[in-house]
Every structure is written in C-alpha cells, then in structure tokens.
C-alpha cells in the first residue's frame, strides 16, 4: 500500500488509463478540427466526437444529439440557468433552487438576481433532502426554471429527483440538476426523472478535467437556451467555441466504462463505505453522520467527530487526503455552508470530514485509514477542553462563551 | 496550507496537556472561545506561593493545529515567569516564534486572551482567599 491514500474522490478522479489510452491519439495523429467538413481530419476528429455524445447519451438514457459539450459543470451550469433565464424572460423572472448547491448554481442564481430576476433558495430538511411541499409552495405564475442537484457533493444526499421533475413538468416549469456527483455513480436517466437539462463533467468520472457537457432535451418540451458566448455556433448554436476533442473522446469513454462497471463498482464501494462507518462508530463515541444515509451516493461518507476540530483531524491523519467542513480549511473562513443549511450547528460543521471513496481504493487503504481516524480523533480528544467538559456532564449548549 | 516546523512538532508533542485543580486558590483557569468559532482554549497556571512564580502551566485545546501549538508554546512561556511578566506576553511573541501565517494570527490572539484570562481568575480567588491582608477600610 502507497501513501498519502487518494478519499476525495468528489473533489476529483485520478483518470482511469484506459481513458487516457482512447484520448492519446487525438493529441497528435488526430488532430484534426471537428469542425473541418472538408477533409478527412475533420471528418475523424467528428466521428470521434459523434461516438462520445452516442456513449455519454447511452449513460443517462438520452438521444446524442440532446448533448452538448462544454468545459465541464461550471460552464454547464451557467449555461442552463443562465440560457434558459434569458430565452425564457418572458415568460417569467423566477427560478428556485436549493441552499446546498454548488456555488456555480448559487452564484450563477445571484448574478441573475442583480438583473431583475427572483430567486427561491429553498432550504433542507435535516437529513439533507428536500422538502416537496416547500417546494410545491415555492412555485408561482412566474417560475421559468427549478434547479436542484440529483446529489450533493458533501453529504451524498441523494434528492428525490423524478418526484421534482414530475411537479415540475405538470406546472410547464423548466428542470435543470446539477448531476456531476450522480452521473456514472448511480443510475440516472433522464426519461423517467423528468430531467429537462442536466449538467455533468469527466473529472468526477474518472475522466480527464476540462471538458463536461450539458444536456438539453429536445422533445416534450423541446428546449431552447440562449448561447453565453459569441462565436462560431456550434453546437447547435448553443456554445461556441473549437470542440475539445481529446477532452470529448476521453469523456465519453469514462462513461462507456462507467455504464459497464457502475453496478458493480458501487457494490464494492458501497461495502468498503459501510465497513468505514462501521469501525469509526464502533470504535468512538459521539459520531455524528450528516445526511440521510437512505438515499445516498454509494461512495459518500459525511461524519462529525464531536469535540474535534476538522482542521486539526486533518493534520494528523496527513497521509489521507480528505476533506473537511471545517472553517480553517476553507477560504472564507466559514464552515460549511451545507452542513449549516441542515442546521447542524456550526460546531457539528467544524468537525465533519468528508470522505469520498473511488474506483482506486483498496480495502486494505480503507482499513488504514479507519485505524489512523480512530487513532488521531482519540488523541485530539485528549486534549479537546470540550471533550472533558462533556464528560464531566457539562452541557455545552448551556455555557456562556466568549465568542470572538 | 503548510504548517511551520513548529506547528508541526506542538502538534505532534503538546506541552503541557492536562489540567489542575480549578478549586485551588493558587491556580488560575482561563477559556476562551467559543465551539461556534471552531477554537476553545482552556489554560490554567499555578502560582507558587512562596516565591510568586508560575510552576506550573496546563492547556486543553479544541481547535486547529496552529491553535493548539499557539496554547502549548503559551503555557511553555508561562513556567517560571511572575503573574506580571506573563501578563506582558503579547500574541506577537507567539506568531514570530510559530511563523504563523496572516490567516492564523487569531490562534495567537486566542493564546494571548487565554493567558491573561487565567490571571485574571488567578487574582480574583487570591482576592476572596486573602481578605485579611489588605484591611478593607483604611
């Protein structure tokens, strides 16, 4: 076994080697532009591009032309909320989405709020799902788009996704959900959850970074969005630019493997998760799990160590590559907005790791790191003022802080 | 982000963990923080009657690794020193000596409040125990 051991995996994939072997050639003897029609570079370069919309529709029940390619989730993000908001003005100014989406939907929400639209951010039920009579009483006359994610890339809560897009549908508004932690992980298919657009990327399905795609249905109803950028149309016209061929052969091949290995994959990794949670909650008391484990990515594991600081657990298990919740290893300094929309409590917040097993653990990597956890969160407690004050029966919801 | 060597050998080897009798008179017991904000420091000095010395320092920690090694290095500072030098510690001695970053200066600041905290306490218990020293009415 090799250390430091890759758990973050919904931060990012290690690109599975058959992929990289499919993209290869398209870096050098193919290199021809898709867009060429007049020759035979052009013409290999598009059929290279036409068999990965085929493979990447074939993964979520879609038709290849209903794809486009862009330059992964942010971009595909914006483009729906953005190109639906703008083609259908209209008809309508508001748009609802939930308070636990990733930035690229909230901020994308907020630029359109500056610009005369309304916004609903719908907030979360505790284990993490949404509440289907909040949003059924979000929608108005004016609603053109709901967007929610099929599941979330902290928690791994996985949201009730054909209900909303049945609700949706029967209303005339336009769904759209963020997929890029579901695509490949669990089974998703536009049909039957009502999906109207869906936003994916390759570098969550072991495929390489910087290139994703959206899907735009194109019957019942047809959906039409407003291209962000200028340019030479393509992709029906909805996003300019030259395509990224390598990038494309190498999604679509990561979804050709995700679609053969999926059942099993998740199988395996959802055993591997189990025996993590297992050992972590037999071994130490007061482990909390954060979001439902009932509808959840089968390789997501959200868990607060009560009394232990994120940031500090993280330094001493710095052979693992985790994630945490905590403040201190944000930017912003604030912990995680997610955990705080399931209104855990700041303090809950600050002590959640997030692991994210993938297709490349070992079960002798999750064992070490299982030990390693327990070992750290034991020795941190040793030295936790809080954890000494809860076993004295303190209250600590009940003492007045010096907060600074 | 990277940690100092410092950070990292506080981290690893804390000084002076544990805590003292909060009932005794001679010991002083500061918290500072709160769960909320992600750090909580509990620091306690114990005061030597006799000569007026700290002998002893003890920390408890919930926070980030610079937080820890901010409180494990105070109660390092603190042996030995009078309750008027310890009071003259300033949070500056603690970046400079950690190498902390901008971002971490607060751990310092924690340690600097934590410290004169447990002084404070430290001197109002002296207060209450000693009235008969210092005659209440001239």
Known sequence: MKTPIYLDNHATTPMDPRVLDAMLPYFTEKFGNAASRNHSFGWESEVAVENARKQIASLIGASPKEIIFTSGATESNNLAIKGVAEMYAERGNHIITAATE???????CKHLEKRGYRVTYLPLQQNGLIDLEMLKAAFT???????????????????PIAEIGRMC????????????????????????????ILSLTGHKIYGPKGVGALYVRRRNPRVQITSQMDGGGHERGMRSGTLNVPG?????????????????????LGYLRDKLRNKLEAELDEVYINGTMEHHLPNNLN?????????????????????????????????????????????????????????????????????????????????????????????????????? | MAYSDK????????????????????????????????????LQIKVNEQTGLIEDAKFKTFGCGSAIASSSLATEMLKGKTVDEALAIQNTVIVNELSLPPVKIHCSVL????????????????????????????
């Open chain 1, 102 to 108: 990733h930035k690229a939907v909230l901020d994308t």
């Open chain 1, 141 to 159: 006359d004016k609603t053109i788009l709901v967007t929610i994610m099929y599941a979330n890339n902290e928690i791994g809560v996985i949201q």
């Open chain 1, 169 to 196: 549908k029967e209303r005339g508004v336009l769904f759209h959900t963020d997929a890029v932690q579901a695509v490949g992980k669990v089974p998703v298919n536009v049909i039957a959850d009502n999906i109207d």
């Open chain 1, 248 to 268: 494309i052969v190498g999604l679509g091949e990561a979804c050709a493997i995700a679609q053969k290995e999926m059942a099993e994959e998740a199988k395996r």
């Open chain 1, 303 to 404: 868990i607060s160590f009560a009394y232990v600081e994120g940031e500090s657990l993280l330094m001493g298990i710095n052979d693992i590559a985790v994630s945490s919740g905590s403040a201190c290893t944000s930017a912003t300094l604030e912990p995680s907005y997610v955990l705080k929309a399931l209104g855990a409590g700041d303090d809950i917040a600050h002590s959640s790791i997030r692991f994210g097993l993938g297709r490349f653990n070992t079960e002798e990597e999750v064992d070490y790191a299982a030990a390693k956890v327990i070992d750290v969160v034991r020795k941190l407690r040793e030295l936790s003022p809080l954890y000494e004050m809860a076993k004295e029966g303190v209250d600590l919801s009940k003492v007045q802080w010096a907060a600074h």
């Open chain 2, 7 to 42: 950070v990292l050998d506080h981290y690893n080897n804390p000084r002076n963990v544990g805590s003292l009798d909060k009932k005794d008179p001679n010991v002083g017991t500061g918290m500072v923080g709160a769960p909320e904000c992600g750090d909580v420091m509990k």
């Open chain 2, 111 to 138: 340690a600097e409040d934590a410290i004169k905290a447990a002084i404070s306490d430290y001197k109002q218990k002296q207060a209450a125990h000693k009235p008969a020293l210092e005659p209440a009415v001239a």
